[in-house]
C-alpha cells in the first residue's frame, strides 16, 4: 500500500474527531492542530515522491511493452509453429528465458494493442468447418463410414419374390488419438498487476496454434494418402495449371464434386491470383456476391499458410469426407497449486485429434512438373 493512502486515512480521522468536537463546543488543543499541520505537510511531500516514482514505472512500463509486443508480433508471425509443444518452445523463446511471463513483462500482455491483435488473429482459415466433426469419448476405437466404392443399386423384383442382397455399404475406420500440450507458467504478480484477462490471452494464443496443428493435420491426411488422384502439370501458375484444377473439379466424382473446395498455400496463390490470358484478363474468377472469395469453375479457393502446404501444389476435393476425430477440440485449464512454490499460475492447453480420409477417391493433388 502506498504510505500516502496511509497518511490520508489518518488525516481523514483526525478531521472528523475535530469536528466532533467543535460540534460538542469542546476546545480543539493546539496539539491537534500541530498534528494535522504536520499530516498534511508530510502527506503533501510523500504524494509528490510516490508521484514521480510512478512517472517513472510508467515510462519504463511503455518500453517493456514495445519490446515485448514486437517480439510477440515476431511469435505469431512464425509459419513453422505446426503443433502445441512447438508453440511453447518458441513462445518461450521470445519471451527471452523467462520463466513463464513475470510481472516486469507484464506490461507487454496488459496494453490494448496485444487484445487488439490477439483478435484479429480470428481471421486465419480453419479447415475443420470444411472437415466433417466427430466428437468421442474414448482415444481409440472403430467409426462407420460409408464405402463410396461399392456399387449398390436397386433392382426390379417381382410380386412375393425375394429381393437381391448386396453387400453392405458401411465400412470402418479405426482411430488412435494421440495427446498433444503444452504448459505456459504465469507468474502471480502479473495476474495481479495486469488490467486483463491474461489467461484469456493464453488461451487464444493455445486456440490458435491448434487451429494451425488442425489445418497442417487435415491437409496431410490428403497428401499423404493413398488411392488419391495425383496430376503433374508443366507451368501449375499458369493457363496451363488453371485449366488442370478445372479439370480436377469437373473430373471429382459426382457426389462430391458439388462441394469440391480448391486449396493452395500463400504462395502458390499469389502467382495464380496474376495470371492473365492473352487478352491481358485475369483467370481467377471472383464469387459475383463477394469479391473477396477467389473461385475456380465454381469453386472456392482457400489459401492456407505456406507452412502448412508445399509450394506449386493444389488440393481439390471434398473435405467432408475427412472426418475430424476428437476427444475432446481443445482444453484449457489453468492451476494456481501447480505453481504454487513458485507462486504462478499454470496455463495447460491438451488436444487429442485425428484426421481420417474416408473417401480418396474424391481428392485430386496437383503439383509443378519440373522443366
Known sequence: ??????????????????????????????????????????????KAAEDAAKGEEIMNKDIMKKDFNASL??????????SLTEFYTKYQAVVAGQNGAVSGDGGAIIPEELLQLV????????????????????RSGRIPVIDYSQNIALTAFDENSEIAQTKGAFTQASFSLASKGAIIPVSNELMLDSQT?????????????YVRDCNATILGAVTKASGIKK??????????????IKKAVITC????????????????????????????????????????????????????EDSDLAANTVIVGDFRSIYHVSYPDLEVQSSAEAGFTKNSVFVRAIARYEDILTYAKCFTVLTNKAA
Open 119 to 138: 483478435e484479429n488473429d480470428k481471421l486465419g482459415v480453419d479447415l475443420r468447418i470444411l472437415c466433417t466433426p466427430v466428437s468421442v469419448h474414448t
Open 253 to 304: 466424382p459426382l457426389d462430391a464434386g458439388a462441394n469440391a473446395t480448391v486449396v493452395m498455400n500463400q504462395s502458390t496463390f499469389a502467382e495464380l491470383a496474376c495470371a492473365k490470358d492473352n487478352d491481358g484478363n485475369y483467370l481467377l474468377a471472383r464469387d459475383a456476391n463477394n469479391n473477396s472469395i477467389p473461385m475456380i469453375e465454381g469453386r472456392d479457393v482457400v489459401v492456407v
Open 73 to 82: 508480433k515476431k511469435f505469431l508471425a512464425y509459419k513453422d509453429a505446426t
Open 231 to 244: 496430376t503433374q502439370v508443366t507451368g501449375l501458375t499458369t493457363v496451363a495449371g488453371i485449366d488442370a
Open 1 to 46: 500500500m502506498f504510505k500516502s493512502i496511509e497518511l490520508a486515512r489518518k488525516i481523514a480521522e483526525l478531521k472528523t474527531s475535530i469536528k466532533a468536537m467543535i460540534d460538542a463546543k469542546e476546545p480543539v488543543s493546539p496539539e491537534k492542530e500541530a498534528e494535522l499541520k504536520a499530516l498534511v505537510t508530510q502527506f503533501k511531500t510523500v
Open 197 to 209: 484477462d491474461v489467461i484469456g490471452v493464453i488461451t487464444r494464443l493455445f486456440n490458435r496454434v
